[in-house]
């Protein structure tokens, strides 16, 4: 079993910037990938950010954060990050860590979700 804690949300100015954490209880080393997904008022989830495990650590992003958030990983500390600058409006959601392990079968985690808000 897999628990992971977010941190790092609140209330910041268009604008601005924010970095999350999301601390693991393994290591992190062992799971296949793992993402930041945010869920807005009134919309379906969505994959914000991904990070494959390995010496590629091969990142992808969802177009409308390309350029302004950056998902990263520290494996000695068993944590993931997504620093996001230039945050809008519409980056408001609750956000939430995904641990994906791929074996005989697939396993998801999830974190308990962090607020971000975006607003003047």
């Known amino acids: 079993q897999v628990q992971l804690m977010e941190s790092g949300g609140g209330l910041v100015q268009p604008g601005g910037s924010l970095r999350l954490s999301c601390a693991a209880s393994?290591?992190?080393?062992?799971?296949?990938?793992m993402a930041w997904h945010r869920r807005a008022p009134g919309k379906q989830l969505e994959l914000v950010a991904s990070v494959i495990s390995g010496t590629t650590g091969t990142t992808d992003y969802a177009d409308s954060v390309k350029g302004r958030f950056t998902i990263s990983r520290d494996d000695a500390k068993n944590t993931m990050y997504l620093q996001m600058t230039g945050l809008k409006p519409e980056d408001t959601a609750v956000y939430y860590c995904n641990v994906i392990i791929l074996g005989y079968t697939r396993r998801d985690y999830w974190g308990q979700g962090t607020q971000v808000t975006v607003s003047s």
């Open positions: 393994g290591s992190i080393s062992s799971f296949t990938a």
